[in-house]
Structures are given as C-alpha cells and as structure tokens.
Nanobody, 125 residues
C-alpha cells in the first residue's frame, strides 16, 4: 500500500526559503514518477515540479530557477527546495505518485494515483 506524507510547510517572508518533504512507504520513490502540485485558496490544483525515475526533473515556468528537487534514498524521502519565495507561491503543496517510471508535469492529474496529505506554505510579510 502506497502512502505519502508531506511536511515542511510554514510561514515565510517574501524572498525566503523552505524545504518541503515527501516521505513514502510502499514504493521506491527514487524509481518512480513523482509530481508536486499546489492549490491556492479558491483556485484549482496546479502542477509545480516533477521527477522521473531516471532523476530527471521538470519545473513550471513559474518556479523554474527557484525550486529544485532532491532525494534521500536511505530515507525514501523526496524534497522540494523552494527559494526566492513570493506571495504568489502561497498554497497547499502535495506530492503525488504516478505508476510510471516517468513523471508528467502537464498531463492529467488523474494519472497520479496516490497523494500526500499536503502541507501549507504561506509567503507573507
């Protein structure tokens, strides 16, 4: 049974940084297609970044150059490292598992079958 647990969110000032975690059980995160998504209040859930099983990573234009993805294989945990945060980055952030070696940044979100619990990120002065 796949389980994903998100953590690491919080309140940060504009220009600050946060590291979100996605800890997995029931699958090998390092060899899976994993997506990161966010949902702001009153808006639909949107893609942010994703990582394929070959360690390729992809980011939307909105976060390219500011967000990166890393892995701790021993902990079976993936990290979304966010820098230069803006108020527009405020949202609940989720990781999600796609039963494929490759992630998909703009494909249907229904392809992601298991979702983390989400973690709130608030960027505000």
């Amino acid at each position: 049974q796949v389980q994903l647990v998100n953590s690491g969110g919080g309140l940060v000032q504009p220009g600050g940084s946060l590291v979100l975690s996605c800890q997995a059980s029931g699958l090998n995160l390092d060899r899976a297609g994993i997506g990161w998504f966010r949902q702001a209040p009153g808006k639909e859930r949107r893609p942010v970044s994703c990582r394929s099983g070959d360690a390729s990573t992809y980011h939307t234009d909105r976060v390219e150059g500011r967000f990166t993805i890393s892995m701790d294989k021993d902990k079976n945990t993936m990290y979304l490292q966010m820098t230069q945060l803006k108020p527009a980055d405020t949202a609940v952030y989720y990781c999600a598992y796609r039963s494929s070696f490759y992630c998909s940044l703009y494909g249907p979100q229904t392809a992601y079958t298991d979702w983390g619990n989400g973690t709130q990120v608030t960027v505000s002065a």
